[in-house]
């Protein structure tokens, strides 16, 4: 994730053509599976060759049965396989089936928290410079795939330990999304709330508050939404900002 939330914010920050970008992500992607396959590949054909093998077989069939479908259709394929299935036989399997090879988890989720620190300094820098793009200086998906870890790992740690710090990078990284990302993680995190809210918390007398606070904000947004985000739009445009999630909130397109 630091590897990927680099090559986000060179592509974001500096000047480069389309030919680079391409090469730039290959060789970031070289960088990965190389550390992959030197530190970590052996231990998971070990503990997980099985569940390797069978994903391997499970995708291999899912890809065929895919071309197969684009080439009666007329449809090219190689978008599919130069990127799609790339990325996922190259580096998403492996990755899945590391994840579910570990056996203690609290080894992943403590590499996650200290890892989150440097790809939130990262992304920070990426959104920080964004206006100084000739284009996309209000939305990035690749921003948005890549601030949504540090995002519910910095929730997590402050539904854990209740320290400030940690929710004022949560609230850093709600504005980002909301004025950089794409709405897609909006979704993730909302939902990720509600597990922590429905289940992580054993207090019911404080659900129930949090749950009646959500309910009352929901509605007051319902009621009256339309003239507040008419207000934050004219806001961010007289501070020379704009973003494309709230526009669509105001536009009523946000599905």
């Known amino acids: 994730f630091i590897v990927q939330s ?29 550390y992959l396959l030197l530190f970590c590949i052996r231990e998971v054909v070990r503990r997980g ?38 990325w996922c036989f190259s580096w998403w399997l492996p990755v899945g089936v590391c994840a579910f090879t570990i056996k203690d988890y609290r080894v ?16 920070l820098f990426c959104f920080l410079q964004r206006n100084n793009l000739a284009t996309n200086k209000e939305y990035n998906m690749s921003f948005g795939f890549q601030i949504v870890i540090p995002t519910l790992i910095h929730m997590s740690e402050y539904h854990l330990k209740r320290k400030w710090y940690f929710l004022v990078l949560v609230v850093l990284e709600l504005i980002m999304i909301l004025l950089y990302a794409n ?60 973003s494309r999630t709230i526009t669509m909130m105001n536009e009523h397109n946000i599905d």
């Open 183 to 242: 709405r897609s993680i909006l979704l993730c995190v909302s939902f990720f709330v509600v597990v922590l809210i429905l289940i992580g918390n054993s207090n019911y007398k404080r659900k129930f508050f949090i749950v009646t606070a959500v309910l009352a904000l929901a509605l007051f947004l319902y009621i009256d939404g339309e003239a507040i985000l008419d207000n934050v739009v004219l806001f961010l445009d007289s501070r020379g900002l704009s």
């Open 108 to 123: 992943l989720y403590s590499v996650f928290v200290k890892s989150s620190y440097i790809v939130f300094v990262v992304l």
């Open 49 to 86: 060759g099985k569940v390797l093998l069978l994903m391997l077989l499970l995708f291999v069939s899912l890809y065929a049965y895919s071309l197969i479908g684009s080439y009666g259709r007329g449809d090219p394929i190689n978008v599919t396989l130069g990127f799609s299935a790339l």
């Open 6 to 34: 680099l090559n986000t914010m060179i592509k974001t920050v500096f000047p480069i053509s389309e030919d680079i970008w391409g090469r730039l992500s290959l060789g970031f992607g070289l960088i990965s599976v190389l």
